[in-house]
């Protein structure tokens, strides 16, 4: 059976989710550190874990050096937890 998202790692991934609705693009790891209010080192430790769980993956390339996106298991669990 897979482990559930801590609360920090779920607010961690919608704001990525949120952040590339809104943008086009996936936000730098300062950017989640300041709108989380937690360090660079600790969104980078979030991000890790998300990238292992498979709710993000990362590119070669992206916009401004940006090499976040969402999965679409990602994407399926902003979609449920949004509609709580």
């Known amino acids: 059976m897979e ?5 920090k790692q779920m607010r961690t991934l919608r704001f990525i989710y949120d952040y590339i609705k809104s943008n086009g693009c996936a936000p730098a790891l300062k950017e989640i550190a300041k709108a989380l209010g937690i360090s660079v080192n600790l969104a980078q430790n979030r991000t890790q874990y998300l990238l292992g769980h498979g709710c993000l993956r990362k590119f070669e390339t992206g916009q401004y050096g940006r090499t976040l996106e969402l999965t679409e298991k990602g994407i399926s669990v902003c979609e449920s937890f949004s509609k709580k």
């Open 3 to 7: 482990r559930q998202l801590t609360d």
